[in-house]
């Protein structure tokens, strides 16, 4: 079974505006790291955001914004006040603490942001 | 502050030719490292992950092995390349369990099978 869901393929966003990537996720193990991952054309994935299962508030990295929603199984990615430089590739990723030692990411497919003027 | 390097950053090689990409981190000791690899449109599979100097372990059968010759040099190999090892391919690194919890990538390698 997936266990990182991205639903949206691409998503257009005009610049200033907010937007909304979804993330929905699976797992057994109450213990558990959300991740969101930029990937500009270049290839390089930028980490952005993260999300601990047990962190009682919603992660926030300057225009960034993790939507937590536990009972949902969801961490979706808000981006406040786009920008052109935003036109990326978006991975959300998790990782599952039973895998002491040692961090193993699952990823979802990514969903392909575009902002324009 | 930590840094993550990775060469070459493209690679075009014939099928049936050896393969060798290379990661170092600097600015941190007894890192996690970790080769990602991801095919087109897709998202990123774990290839291998280490722990410490040679120790490797592998997540998925395949063509390619690894190698953790030092501290923070990381090496991905090939004897004999196929087409399908074509891909990107990301190293990785994080701090033990108890230091944080996030993973940083490097720039990452085009490699082409042709």
């Known amino acids: 079974a997936q266990k990182i869901t991205q639903t949206q393929p691409g998503m257009f966003v005009q610049e200033k505006e907010a937007v909304t990537l979804d993330c929905t996720y699976d797992t057994s193990d109450p213990s558990y790291g959300l991740f969101w991952y930029k990937q500009p054309s270049s290839g390089e994935m930028i980490f952005l955001i993260y999300?601990?299962?047990?962190?009682?508030q919603n992660a926030t990295e300057g225009r960034y914004s993790l939507n937590f929603q536990k009972a949902r199984k969801s961490a979706n990615l808000v981006i406040s006040a786009s920008q052109l430089g935003d036109s990326a590739m978006y991975f959300c990723a998790m990782r599952e603490d039973a895998w002491v030692g040692f961090q193993k990411l699952v990823f979802g497919t990514g969903t392909r942001l575009l902002v324009s003027p | 502050s930590q840094t993550i390097h990775q060469w070459p950053a493209t690679l075009v090689q014939p099928v049936g030719s050896p393969l060798s990409l290379e990661c170092t981190v600097e600015?941190?000791?007894?890192?996690?490292l970790y080769w990602y690899r991801q095919a087109a449109g897709r998202g990123l599979q774990l290839l291998f992950y280490?722990?410490?100097?040679?120790?490797i372990s592998s997540e998925v059968p395949q063509n390619l092995s690894a190698s953790r010759p030092q501290d923070r040099q990381f090496i991905l190999s090939s004897k004999k390349l196929l087409l399908s090892d074509s891909g990107f391919y990301l190293c990785?690194?994080?701090?033990?369990?108890?230091?944080?919890?996030?993973?940083?990538f490097g720039e990452g390698s085009w490699l082409t099978v042709v």
């Open positions: 280490s722990v410490g100097i040679g120790q």
């Open positions: 999300q601990g299962s047990y962190d009682q």
């Open positions: 990785a690194w994080s701090g033990q369990a108890s230091s944080g919890n996030t993973i940083y």
């Open positions: 600015g941190t000791s007894n890192p996690n």
